[in-house]
């Protein structure tokens, strides 16, 4: 299995980013919060895609896909908050207690060792081993079909919850499974981040670059991808 889809080509692979509809579903009634955050200093960006606004479910992928492109060319950092926000949502950005439901179950596998550059090909493979070993045990209890996806510089593992109610017991949950995931399968190398538990949490948009410090030939800057 590849970890380095040719991070540096200098089109976007469109097939890529338009696969994020298999890890977000959506709806007629959905409201969509896109984050964009430079690492260069730019100011971040906000914007919310109320289905309500658009003709067709289609036409709100296309706009949501191509303001998504517009500001990752731009060298920023692009992301999506990954459980459903409430119909009548009317802010600039959503919180905890915008969200309906719980939807996806995130694990985020990184390096152990912070860094202003982007991940090294064997950095990325600790990752990946990782991330089958978490997916792996996962299984054995009864939960499976996860969306594993390059996040550019780690990996990302996605679980479905059903659209679990977005309660204190259930925050509780995603925190307990988090926390014992890491105390499992965090490593000298990569660690399972425990601060990804909240219901607003915003994630990587797969097709999108992820842009961290100064790249170079051993430590490119890569295109995130559901692999």
């Known amino acids: 299995m590849s970890t380095t889809p040719d991070p540096n080509r200098s089109g976007y692979d469109m097939l890529e980013i338009e696969r994020m509809w298999e890890i977000f579903t959506i709806d007629k009634n959905c409201v969509l919060e896109l984050r964009a955050i430079s690492p260069f200093g730019r100011p971040p960006v906000c914007k919310i895609f109320k289905a309500s606004e658009y003709a ?22 692009v992301y999506i ?30 390096r152990r060792k912070k860094a202003n550059c982007p991940a090294s090909e064997a950095e990325l493979g600790i990752a990946l081993t990782t991330a089958i070993h ?14 594993l996806v390059m996040s550019g510089n780690g990996y990302h593992i996605y679980f479905r919850l059903d659209d679990l109610p977005n309660t204190d017991e ?22 399972i981040d425990t601060k990804v538990s909240n219901a607003s949490r915003f994630t990587k948009v797969p097709g999108t670059i992820a842009y961290k410090g100064i790249a170079s030939d051993e430590r490119p800057y ?6």
């Open 56 to 77: 067709s479910l289609d036409e709100l992928k296309k706009a949501f896909v191509q303001e998504a492109l517009r500001l990752n060319q731009q060298k920023r950092n």
């Open 81 to 110: 908050v990954m459980n459903p926000i409430r119909s009548d949502f009317s802010g600039d950005s959503a919180c905890d207690a915008d969200i309906t439901c719980r939807r996806l179950l995130l694990v985020d596998i990184d």
């Open 134 to 147: 978490v997916r792996d045990y996962l299984a054995t209890l009864g939960i499976v079909e996860p969306i």
């Open 170 to 191: 259930i925050t509780r949950f995603v925190v307990g499974i988090l926390r014992t995931l890491a105390t499992m399968f965090d490593n000298d190398f990569v660690q």
């Open 222 to 227: 890569r295109q995130a991808v559901i692999v």
